[in-house]
């Protein structure tokens, strides 16, 4: 079992940067794809970046690519989300995920463990 933990969310204006971070207990999160999806009051979840076991190989939704870097620290058993020039729509929950796939990508039912997720909060 995973346990995973995110920090970092609160309340920032509109083009201001936060970080969040996932923090894994239980199991090694080496060998896992790392993605972080949102969801927002009213929405569905949706797919936001994610990272391979490696560290190679990134992919991001077109809504936060160029603004928005995922990274990850093995040794810390810890993922990152580093969030800048946010926009009043990226609000929302933000929720880290861990993946036994090598490409879990945006199929949330690749990912096999969940964090409780973190609120965002951007203002415009």
């Known amino acids: 079992q995973v346990q995973l933990v995110e920090s970092g969310g609160g309340s920032v204006q509109a083009g201001g940067s936060l970080r969040l971070s996932c923090v894994a207990s239980g199991r090694t999160i080496s060998s896992y794809a790392m993605g972080w999806f949102r969801q927002a009051p009213g929405k569905e979840r949706e797919f936001v970046c994610s990272i391979t076991h490696d560290s190679v190989i990134t992919t991001y939704a077109d809504s936060v690519r160029g603004r928005f870097t995922v990274s990850r620290d093995n040794a810390k058993n810890t993922v990152y989300l580093q969030m800048n020039s946010l926009k009043p729509e990226d609000t929302a929950s933000y929720y880290c995920?861990?993946?036994?796939?090598?490409?879990?990508?945006?199929?949330?039912?690749?990912?096999?463990?969940w964090g409780r997720g973190t609120q965002v909060t951007v203002s415009s």
């Open positions: 995920a861990a993946s036994s796939y090598t490409f879990a990508t945006n199929q949330m039912s690749r990912y096999d463990y």
